[in-house]
């Protein structure tokens, strides 16, 4: 199994941004789907951006246009840079792995990932 390891939540004040990241041990499969789901207390995981092995990304409508997911694959690294940050992106946000699929219209279904991170936590205040 694949352990993933995120960093770099924080606050920030509405407007503001920040990034986080997913530290992971590599793939050897030709395929993979890896993103960020996100938590807020009392609410469903739900998806937030995940990243293939072909670069391809999809974005959930709620984030689309200020969050950008991007990898290093030198430093095996997943990253999210959140912008235009809102209080209703409070959430603890966790970093997510399905190696062997690309990812498709599932994504965001939290079942089809197979590794999960700790989770990080990130707070917007008005």
């Known amino acids: 199994q694949v352990q993933l390891v995120e960093s770099g939540g924080g606050s920030v004040q509405a407007g503001g941004s920040l990034r986080v990241s997913c530290r992971h041990p590599?793939?050897?499969?030709?395929?993979?789907?890896m993103g960020w789901f996100r938590q807020a207390p009392g609410k469903e995981r739900e998806g937030v951006a995940v990243i293939d092995s072909d670069t391809s990304t999809r974005y959930a409508s709620s984030v689309k246009g200020r969050f950008t997911i991007s990898q290093d694959n030198a430093k095996n690294t997943l990253y999210l840079q959140l912008s235009s940050l809102k209080p209703e992106d409070t959430a603890m946000y966790y970093c997510?792995?399905?190696?062997?699929?690309?990812?498709?219209?599932?994504?965001?279904?939290?079942?089809?990932?197979?590794?999960w991170g700790q989770g990080t936590q990130v707070t917007v205040s008005s």
């Open positions: 590599g793939y050897t499969h030709s395929a993979y789907c």
């Open positions: 997510a792995a399905d190696p062997g699929d690309r990812c498709g219209d599932w994504w965001e279904i939290p079942g089809r990932y197979i590794s």
